[in-house]
């Protein structure tokens, strides 16, 4: 989303002493594009472990008072510490919490210098987010991964990778139940432009509808998976009926802390 210019200032504050033990995940991340949909209330890092949370709270705070911000604690718990960053009338909420290590790709690097969830992780997240609350800027985020970096269908598909205990169908009967967002709930939502609820639920149902077509045409060996691209790694949406092969696409599955796929004189392995 576009930062706010103090949300700006805060995370080249926080990128000096940054490294890949702290990385920025959230809205914030998943709509650092300028020309992005919607703004973010807060900056949330994650940590692969309760003991780095503290750590990199520690850190952040110094680094961001030796820049003349404030930092106001408004709680703190192991393996999560949330404050108000602020200068003046500007302010912004920060979280720091642990998560699991489990992802499909590894980090990427800002162009501040920090650390990020890869664009489809960050779309996995989001996905598993909206399954298991009711807010209306999960459904927009969600919209938004549909249309910009990875179909639903391949995101539902790829998603009991990370939750073993969800299938594709059990998730889109979840999401389901999602899609029905009132006028002023929307109105709440800090975006760049004016959503329509009525058309916000029609794109929703249609999404669902091209999900469930997809996860129910894919053989069960390549359940949690992501489909790349042999030749680039770009992860892309199948089509139906050709073989992955004549596709020139490839099954990937994460790990701890992500898996790189490997380019050959091939493609990808």
Same mark, same amino acid.
């Given at each position: 989303?576009?930062?706010?210019?103090?949300?700006?200032?805060?995370?080249?504050?926080?990128?000096?002493?940054?490294?890949?033990?702290?990385? %920025?995940?959230?809205?914030?991340?998943?709509?650092?594009?300028?020309?992005?949909?919607?703004?973010?209330?807060?900056?949330?890092?994650?940590?692969?472990?309760?003991?780095?949370?503290?750590?990199?709270?520690?850190?952040?705070?110094?680094?961001?008072?030796?820049?003349?911000?404030?930092?106001?604690?408004?709680?703190?718990?192991?393996?999560?510490?949330?404050?108000?960053?602020?200068? /003046?009338?500007?302010?912004?909420?920060?979280?720091? =919490?642990?998560?699991?290590?489990?992802?499909?790709?590894? +980090?990427?690097?800002?162009?501040?210098? *920090?650390?990020?969830?890869?664009?489809?992780?960050?779309?996995?997240?989001?996905?598993?987010?909206?399954? /298991?609350?009711?807010?209306?800027?999960?459904?927009?985020?969600?919209?938004?991964?549909?249309?910009?970096?990875?179909? +639903?269908?391949?995101?539902?598909?790829?998603?009991?990778?990370?939750?073993? @205990?969800?299938?594709?169908?059990?998730? %889109?009967?979840?999401?389901?139940?999602? @899609?029905?967002?009132?006028?002023?709930?929307?109105?709440? %939502?800090?975006?760049?432009?004016?959503?329509?609820?009525?058309?916000?639920?029609?794109?929703?149902?249609? =999404?669902?509808?091209? =999900?469930?077509?997809?996860?129910?045409?894919?053989?069960?060996?390549?359940?949690?998976?992501?489909?790349?691209?042999?030749?680039? *790694?770009?992860?892309?949406?199948?089509?139906? /009926?050709?073989?992955?092969?004549?596709?020139?696409?490839?099954?990937?599955?994460? *790990?701890?802390? *992500?898996?790189?796929?490997? +380019?050959?004189?091939?493609?990808?392995?």
């Amino acid at each position: 989303m576009p930062l706010t210019p103090f949300q700006h200032r805060t995370l080249e504050v926080l990128a000096t002493s940054s490294g890949p033990e702290r990385y %920025l995940a959230g809205g914030a991340a998943l709509h650092r594009a300028p020309d992005s949909l919607r703004y973010s209330e807060d900056l949330d890092f994650f940590h692969d472990s309760e003991a780095r949370v503290a750590n990199a709270f520690a850190a952040d705070r110094d680094a961001l008072v030796a820049a003349g911000l404030s930092v106001h604690v408004e709680f703190s718990q192991p393996g999560m510490v949330r404050a108000i960053v602020s200068a /003046g009338t500007e302010a912004t909420r920060v979280d720091w =919490a642990h998560d699991t290590a489990w992802r499909f790709f590894p +980090l990427v690097r800002d162009v501040l210098g *920090g650390w990020l969830l890869h664009p489809v992780d960050l779309a996995i997240n989001k996905l598993l987010a909206l399954a /298991g609350r009711d807010e209306p800027r999960d459904l927009v985020d969600m919209q938004w991964c549909d249309r910009e970096i990875l179909s +639903l269908g391949a995101l539902v598909w790829a998603a009991p990778g990370k939750d073993p @205990g969800l299938s594709p169908l059990l998730l %889109l009967e979840l999401l389901q139940r999602r @899609g029905t967002v009132r006028p002023e709930a929307l109105a709440r %939502l800090a975006v760049r432009e004016t959503l329509d609820p009525m058309v916000l639920r029609a794109e929703w149902r249609s =999404a669902l509808e091209r =999900a469930e077509s997809f996860v129910r045409d894919r053989p069960a060996e390549e359940l949690g998976g992501l489909y790349l691209n042999r030749q680039t *790694g770009t992860a892309v949406t199948p089509l139906s /009926g050709v073989s992955l092969e004549a596709q020139d696409l490839m099954v990937h599955f994460g *790990g701890p802390a *992500g898996v790189v796929p490997i +380019l050959t004189d091939t493609g990808l392995r």
